[in-house]
Structure formats: structure tokens, C-alpha cells
């Protein structure tokens, strides 16, 4: 079955950056794209961008833009998500979550999800 | 960027209710709307997409309707495991943006 474990909880100080990995199982990872969606206390879920995880390509979200980066370990069936620049107001749960488009494109519909990781900044 | 509206914010209801929760957009966005349910410490679940599909595995008493900006989620009998939070996610444009979530508790 498909699943994706991502990685436990972090307590970052402002300023660092933090890495999240979302290992992916059941599937062919190489053939969807993943997406990372995060959400702050008491806030909306937020759409962060998108991995090709064949290909590598990303799309970020603009208002991430510079402070954002996904990368992917093929060997791994792995992504990543690393947030640099923190402050208070990335504190937040933070998710990936794959399409459903198995030819590599983006319907930005999220079939599965991870479990979350809680990233907590603090100082 | 399009806001997602839903509502309510909040609702209280008895198991086998018949459940209706709505989300506006703030631009007309076709049938490019999803519903997913979400649960402390769990992973969220796509329930609908494309406005009134439903995902594969998930019950009957799931439904979708709607298109342009008004769209509605109904759970035609709720049960116990329902007991959650719901969101709608518009995929028609960047930045594709969610609703504040609906949360459904037992009265």
C-alpha cells in the first residue's frame, strides 16, 4: 500500500533551517510528483510547492521563493524539504503529500499524504 | 491569489445526520475543487476531487457537487469515525490555496 513516512519533530532557533524527508513506499516513486503543504497554529493549510521526483523539477510557491528548497534521493524513494531563514512564523506541521498524475505531471490533486512533521521555532 | 471560503466554521451534529458543508470561491473556478478530511496525528485523506468524485476506498455517504464558485460537500449519515476536520482545495490556479476547514464535533 502506498505510504509516506516523513520524519519526527524539530525545534529550530530563528535564523537556522531545518530538513524534512518524506520516504515513500508502495509505489514507483519515480513516477509522481510531490507536493509539501504546511500548516501554522490556528491557520489554513498553505501549499509550499512541488518535486518531480523522476526529473527533479520544482515549483515554489512565491511567497517561499528563496527560502525553499525540495530536493529527491532516487535510491532512497525520498524527498526533501529544506526551509532556511527561520522565524517564528514558519512554526508549523509540515506535510508532503503526492499527485495523483502517475505520468509525472500535476493535477494538484493530493491522493496520499504523510503524517506530518511538527517544526517548531524558537528561540 | 482565490480565497476559499468555507462554511460553517464549526458544526455540531449526532451520528446519522445528514451533514452539508460549503466553500465559495472568490473566482470562478470550474469543478477544480477537492475535499479532504483531516485528524490530529493523522495523515489527511483526499475524499472528493474534481468536485464530485469520489476518491477510490472512501464510503458512499461521501459526496461533492458544485461548480464555478459555490461548491458543497454532504455526508449523507454521519458516523462516528467523521467526527473531523474537513477542507476544499481549489487546483485550478497558482497558488492553489485551501479553505479555513470545517470542523465537525459530536453534539
Known amino acids: 500500500q502506498v505510504q509516506l513516512v516523513q520524519s519526527g519533530t524539530e525545534v529550530k532557533r530563528p535564523g537556522a533551517s531545518v530538513k524534512v524527508s518524506c520516504k515513500a513506499s508502495?509505489?514507483?516513486?519515480?513516477?509522481?510528483?510531490i507536493h509539501w503543504v504546511r500548516q501554522a497554529p490556528g491557520q489554513r493549510l498553505e501549499w509550499m510547492g512541488w518535486?518531480?521526483?523522476?526529473?527533479?523539477?520544482?515549483e515554489y510557491s512565491q511567497r517561499l521563493q528563496g527560502r525553499v528548497t525540495f530536493t529527491r534521493d532516487t535510491s532512497a524513494s525520498t524527498a526533501y524539504m529544506e526551509l532556511s531563514s527561520l522565524r517564528s512564523e514558519d512554526t508549523a506541521v509540515y506535510y508532503c503529500?503526492?499527485?495523483?498524475?502517475?505520468?509525472?505531471?500535476?493535477?494538484?490533486?493530493?491522493?496520499?499524504w504523510g503524517q506530518g512533521t511538527l517544526v517548531t521555532v524558537s528561540s | 491569489d482565490i480565497q476559499m471560503t468555507q462554511s460553517p466554521s464549526s458544526l455540531s451534529a449526532s451520528v446519522g445526520d445528514r451533514v452539508m458543508i460549503t466553500c465559495r470561491a472568490s473566482q470562478s473556478i470550474s469543478t477544480y475543487v477537492n475535499w479532504y478530511q483531516l485528524k490530529p496525528g493523522k495523515a489527511p485523506k483526499l475524499l472528493i476531487y474534481a468536485a464530485s468524485t469520489l476518491q477510490s476506498g472512501v464510503p458512499s455517504r461521501f459526496s461533492g457537487s458544485g461548480s464555478g464558485t459555490d461548491f458543497t460537500l454532504t455526508i449523507s449519515s454521519l458516523q462516528p469515525e467523521d467526527f473531523a476536520v474537513y477542507c476544499c482545495q481549489q487546483s485550478h490556479s497558482s497558488p492553489r490555496t485551501f479553505g479555513q476547514g470545517t470542523k465537525v464535533d459530536i453534539k
Open positions: 518535486i518531480n521526483a523522476g526529473l527533479g523539477y520544482t
Open positions: 508502495g509505489y514507483t516513486f519515480t513516477s509522481y510528483v
Open positions: 503529500a503526492r499527485d495523483v498524475d502517475p505520468n509525472g505531471g500535476t493535477y494538484f490533486i493530493f491522493d496520499y
